[in-house]
């Protein structure tokens, strides 16, 4: 009997201490395609991703820059897609920001290796300029449940600020309950002392994230363009969910969009992840949504876009974790106690 599942590649912000040795613990055979990624990265004049996954200690400073941070995350999430249990058959892939570089590599529309030296090359090059930084902040309540009236209330807080002299701010990432917002020093600043604390740690800042999917990142985006050709895009084996929740089907692709919707409006544009979930139910309604590991944080963000739509008469957190208790709806690959659920 085959379960049908839609994938959920992972971003930025998903391999922390409890992750080093990831590919090391899960994926001792695969040598042959960490072989591949090893070699670019020496190439580059870069540390070897196997030996970074495999050192003794993690340090914040070092682990989450993005040079070090987005080619872990790809080889983690790329391998467990490639270890799925053989009665899963994927019927769309999607992913969070960075992970619709994974996507694209998880649903064959990038080779292993081009889609690593898309991700290397984008999380150096956003590490070497690293403008503008990101912060979370949630507007859904503990139950889960949107709150359209306080989303609308913070993006409209945001674009106050982004009309002031010298501030930049803007929705980076519609992440199922939460709003990831971009800007520059004195944007984000203005945010955090504008909104109350919510849980004890929301304003949060994340360490070493440039300003993603905003106009800030055009520099970026132009030498990604320079240095990343159309050539390397081919027909995906299945459909891709994008950033603004399109979909991108086997044999009808056009590659130069695909190129240049990854490589134009994914690096300045808002990133829309849930609406790509909500998406992916609506048009795939699949057994299954499986989110790659490194890290088990996405999976939350997944299930609340799921409540916000009433997907199969989930309207709550209550209403989801029972279901979850019943019949699993989301796996994390990166939990250990879900892992046996979707790996082969």
């Known amino acids: 009997m085959t379960r049908t599942a839609v994938l959920i590649c992972p971003g930025r912000g998903t391999y922390n201490k409890a992750e080093l040795g990831y590919l090391h613990r899960h994926h001792a055979d695969k040598t042959a395609l960490f072989a591949g990624f090893d070699a670019q990265r020496r190439e580059a004049g870069q540390e070897e991703i196997t030996a970074l996954d495999g050192a003794t200690r993690f340090s914040v400073s ?41 996507a694209l590599a998880a649903g064959g529309a990038l080779s292993a290796d081009d889609g690593f030296k898309v991700v290397n090359t984008m999380g150096t090059l956003m590490q070497e300029q690293l403008i503008g ?12 449940q949107g709150d359209p009236a306080r989303k609308a209330e913070l993006l409209a807080l945001a674009a106050e600020i ?58 970026v985006a132009a030498e990604g363009r320079r240095r990343l050709t159309a050539e390397m895009f081919t027909q995906p084996d299945v459909p891709l969910i994008d950033g603004r929740g399109q979909i991108w089907w086997p044999g009808a692709t056009d590659t130069q969009a695909l190129w240049d919707y990854t490589l134009g409006h994914q690096v300045v544009e808002p990133y829309d992840f849930t609406l790509a979930v909500q998406n992916a139910a ?33 309207t709550s957190k209550a209403d989801f974790k029972a279901r979850q208790a019943e019949a699993p709806l989301l796996v994390s690959m990166g939990d250990a106690g879900q892992r046996s659920l979707a790996a082969g």
Do not use: C
């Not at 982004?162 to 004195?186: K, W, Y």
């Open 62 to 102: 070092k682990y989450s820059r993005g040079d070090i941070a987005s080619p872990l995350i790809y080889a983690s999430a790329l391998a467990d897609a490639q270890s799925l249990a053989e009665d899963i058959e994927v019927v769309a892939v999607t992913g969070n920001s960075m992970g619709w570089y994974i």
């Open 162 to 219: 982004d009309a002031r002299d010298g501030h930049d701010l803007a929705l980076s990432i519609d992440l199922g309950g939460m709003l990831v917002l971009a800007g520059n020093e004195a944007g984000l600043a203005a945010f955090e002392t504008a909104v109350p604390v919510v849980e004890e740690r929301f304003p949060m800042r994340l360490a070493n994230h440039a300003g993603f999917h905003t106009s800030l990142q055009a520099p």
């Open 133 to 144: 930084g990101q912060l979370v902040y949630p507007f859904a309540g503990p139950d889960w």
């Open 282 to 314: 609506h048009e795939f309604a699949p057994d299954l949504f499986i989110v790659t590991g490194p890290g088990t944080t996405l999976g939350g963000a997944a299930a609340q876009s799921l409540v916000q739509v009433g997907w199969q008469g989930m």
